[in-house]
């Protein structure tokens, strides 16, 4: 059974900075795209940013500048640098990650229980 389990959220102030992690579990053979997407209440989900398993990086435009993108493939995490936050980046963050699962390697879309990120002003 795959999972991915999420960390880093909480209460910041406006301007402040937090790290969100998410380590993928289980039994598989590769991890593809992963990614963040967030939440705010009463909206749709959104997408934040992905990273491709060699690195390839893509950002919503309201985070370019101030969220960075990264992933340790050797601890099959994935990060989520958030900097210069404001208070519409208060969502619940979601991770997903496409991966290549045991036994016949057939791909499937995975997603963690969420994190909260609050950013007061």
């Known amino acids: 059974q795959v999972q991915l389990v999420e960390s880093g959220g909480g209460l910041v102030q406006a301007g402040g900075s937090l790290r969100l992690s998410c380590a993928a579990s289980g039994r598989f053979f590769s991890i593809n795209t992963m990614g963040w997407y967030r939440q705010a209440p009463g909206k749709q989900r959104e997408f934040v940013a992905t990273i491709t398993s060699s690195g390839s990086t893509n950002l919503v435009d309201s985070v370019k500048g101030r969220f960075t993108i990264s992933r340790d493939n050797a601890k099959n995490t994935v990060y989520l640098q958030m900097n210069s936050l404001k208070p519409e980046d208060t969502a619940v963050y979601y991770c997903?990650?496409?991966?290549?699962?045991?036994?016949?390697?057939?791909?499937?879309?995975?997603w963690g229980q969420g994190t909260q990120v609050t950013v007061s002003s």
């Open positions: 997903n990650a496409v991966i290549s699962t045991w036994p016949r390697g057939r791909e499937y879309e995975y």
